[in-house]
């Protein structure tokens, strides 16, 4: 804490969407199928925090609507998500919830409404930063956001902040006949990248379709060409989440469950609380984990992978170069979320 009394040589700027003419319509408007810039910024500098909120008459909006980011000029995404799950929120639902990174405020827990949205990661660039929204739904969307950053030089040894989502219902692994694993072949796959870096986090969407207890995946980190067994590989999902026996309400600085939406209905003998829609996340502010040449960071669907739930995540790590080689096209906005049956709490546009 002693660094807060030291002196600041940073000068502070922000992009926000406050009215230019002087009234109080601080927001944008981007109609369906439109892109809007929310900062094109000059480097070197710092992106501290972001603040945002939607309005939407979609209630799957938080997956539909996307957030890219570019370090540098670079030509594809450095950053892509669907703008809930990039906040720690998966399933199109608004929740609230807090962690070192994250927070967010909802009036109440369903897909759709309203959901004030902050990140705390830094996210150096050097010669540019472009934010961007993507409006993939049909319906008109309003946009208030506050992009804060530190305008000052970038040392070499500063790192690029990526984050990458992706989705896989069913799961493309397919479970060993044995009920075995010593390969990690087919795992659900958060991250698979190359270059210098270190992993920071992730969090894991899933909505259980298989019925029973989902969380016996174990988690494996091959670093830089590591063979099975990798020099991490964990013990079952909730051990990896820090948690145990099951998954738990809590919400740590950390690690936790930002969203726990279950359902009333479950098979004989199971706890209604395993079936439905949650979010697990886990940050590795204390502990990342570096590489050089790269990383693949993988979940047992299940154990052995005998399990073919709902699964989706965000992976943030920090690389070296402004872009990463596991870019590729996100599926469209229609394949990204399975609609819940409770209506939203409110419908803000």
Not at 295 to 317: C, I, K, Q, T
Request: glycine share 10%; hydrophobic share 35%.
């Amino acid at each position: 804490m002693i660094e807060l009394a030291r002196r600041k040589s940073f000068r502070a700027r922000r992009e926000s969407s406050w009215d230019r003419t002087g009234g109080n319509d601080d927001n944008r408007h981007v109609a369906p199928g439109e892109t809007l810039v929310l900062a094109d910024l000059a480097g070197p500098g710092a992106i501290t925090h972001l603040w945002f909120t939607f309005g939407s008459r979609d209630p799957l909006f938080l997956r539909k609507v996307l957030l890219q980011v570019y370090w540098d000029d670079a030509a594809t995404p450095a950053i892509q998500s669907p703008v809930g799950d990039f906040f720690n929120v998966g399933h199109a639902f608004t929740a609230s919830h807090s962690c070192a990174t994250f927070t967010t405020s909802a009036r109440g827990q369903a897909q759709g409404g309203s959901m004030g949205m902050n990140a705390w990661l830094p996210m150096p660039f050097r010669s540019a930063a472009r934010l961007e929204i993507v409006n993939q739904t049909d319906q008109d969307l309003c946009v208030y956001y506050y992009v804060d950053w530190r305008q000052e030089p970038v040392g070499e040894d500063l790192f690029y902040l990526h984050a990458q989502w992706k989705r896989e219902n069913p799961p493309v692994g397919s479970p060993d006949p044995d009920g075995l694993n010593l390969t990690g072949a087919n795992n659900y796959v958060l991250l698979d990248t190359v270059g210098e870096g270190h992993f920071v986090g992730c969090n894991f969407s899933i909505y259980n379709e298989a019925g029973g207890w989902w969380g016996e995946g174990d988690d494996m980190f091959f670093v830089d060409g590591q063979s099975f067994p990798p020099d991490l590989h964990g013990t079952g999902t909730e051990d990896y989440f820090a948690h145990a026996y099951g998954m738990q309400r809590h919400q740590g600085l950390y690690n936790g469950v930002s969203l726990w939406e279950p359902t009333a209905w479950a098979p004989p003998g199971y706890p209604a609380e395993w079936k439905g829609w949650f979010t697990c996340y886990r940050w590795h502010l204390l502990d990342p984990v570096p590489f050089t040449k790269s990383l693949v960071m993988s979940l047992e669907h299940g154990h052995a992978n005998d399990r073919a739930d709902d699964l989706s995540s965000v992976a943030y790590w920090y690389l070296n170069a402004p872009e990463h080689k596991s870019y590729s096209e996100l599926p469209p906005p229609e394949n990204r979320v399975q609609r819940c049956d409770r209506e939203p709490y409110d419908l803000i546009y």
